[in-house]
């Protein structure tokens, strides 16, 4: 695909000001690569200055460049074709597109898939094999379920959804339109429920549901659990990675991030737009506000204001946290310092005591 090609199917045109200029040579482009292991006849991207360095040594054939001028005449002055825009990494995605597609098994449904009588398939549906949907599931169009997936009754998938191979879908789950849910995944397994009687713990009956909004995606080994009554729900273009754990009744708003191993106890609520890094813990009823972003490994309890950011456990101000850290490292040596001062006052005291006497 010729580099000129790319620019256009990538809607980057002189009259929407996304297209600055690029030289003359229009290279033939064969794979989207990372700038420093590129080839010839490949194409990467330049997210800044703090990738300035990459400009002069890689050896791709074209660029993806910022808005940055300088940059563009570094290019320029090396003969790589390239296209400037505001958002290089979001062009360098729509790039990857037009060379990758994950694999879809081919259209239609596999004959030894397990499907109820009960069950309503949308159009241009895809079932692989060793699939088995329960009674009164919904599949919508364009759904795509790759092999070993268990749908179980009264379930809902909506348009487009790609469900990879292995994961569970339990009962009277709702997942929108354009989800992806990958392998290992468990969506609205029973929550942990148990109840302390006589000595031995009783479960209590999981009979709410787990709903998915449109445009979530769930990482691999992931599980979201439904809750006793009610719902567990995660809003509209969330996106949780591998290993998340959400427990019953958790409330996620929309857009939000999860890094792998995030672990949701019961009840916690997060508005929109909230990050979570990996390992991030959030006990029971926590309310993480809009814009919140959590360091890695930290402890959430209680209510965590709007646009904060924290780190460590419990979870402090990140400011805090930092200062906090700086004197935690230099403890052995103002654990001397002390000792050497409880000398000398006890030293201090005996000459008074020597002088009274």
């Known amino acids: 695909m010729k580099f000129s090609d790319i620019v256009q199917r990538l809607g980057l045109t002189a009259e929407n000001s996304s297209l600055k ?30 990738f300035q360095a990459y400009v002069a040594t890689t050896q791709v054939s074209a660029l993806i460049l910022p808005e940055d001028q300088d940059l563009q005449t570094r290019a320029s002055d090396r003969g790589l074709a390239w296209v400037s825009m505001a958002e290089p990494r979001w062009g360098f995605a729509q790039a990857l597109a037009l060379f990758y597609q994950p694999y879809r098994p081919r259209p239609g449904i596999h004959p030894t898939a397990v499907i109820d009588q009960s069950g309503q398939l949308g159009k241009d549906v895809t079932i692989d094999a060793n699939v088995v949907i329960h009674p009164g599931v919904v599949i919508g169009d364009g759904v795509c379920i790759h092999a070993n997936v268990v749908i179980y009754p009264e379930t809902v998938i909506g348009d487009r959804t790609v469900l990879y191979a292995n994961c569970v879908i339990h009962e009277h789950t709702h997942i929108g339109a354009d989800c992806v849910v990958h ?19 009783i ?19 992931t599980t ?40 949701l106890a019961g009840q916690v609520e997060t508005q929109d737009h909230v990050i979570l890094g990996g390992q991030v813990g959030a006990a029971n009823q926590t309310h993480i506000g ?68």
């Not at 567990?232 to 009744?249: F, P």
């Not at 935690?328 to 006497?357: D, G, H, W």
């Open 183 to 201: 392998s290992g995944a468990v969506i609205g397994s029973e929550g942990f429920g148990f109840i302390l009687q006589e000595g031995r713990w």
């Open 224 to 263: 979201i659990d439904r809750p006793s009554v009610g719902e567990t729900r995660i809003q509209a273009n969330t996106k949780l990675d591998n290993l998340v754990h959400i427990a019953h009744n958790c409330q996620i708003g929309p857009s939000c991030v999860m890094a792998a191993q995030v672990g």
């Open 21 to 50: 200029t690029f030289p003359e040579c229009d290279p033939e482009i064969t794979a989207v690569t990372p700038v420093q292991t590129g080839t010839v006849g490949t194409i990467g991207y330049i997210e800044g200055q703090k």
């Open 290 to 357: 809009a814009n919140v972003q959590a360091g890695a490994k930290a402890g959430l309890h209680g209510h965590i204001a709007p646009g904060s950011i924290v780190m460590g456990n419990p979870a402090s101000p990140y400011r805090t946290f930092l200062k906090s850290s700086a004197i935690y490292n230099r403890l052995p040596q103002m654990q001397r310092t002390l000792k050497e001062l409880q000398q000398q006052v006890a030293t201090l005291q005996q000459q008074i005591e020597a002088l009274n006497s």
């Open 203 to 221: 479960k209590i009956p999981q009979s709410g549901r787990t709903i998915l909004e449109a445009e979530v995606e769930v990482g691999c080994n």
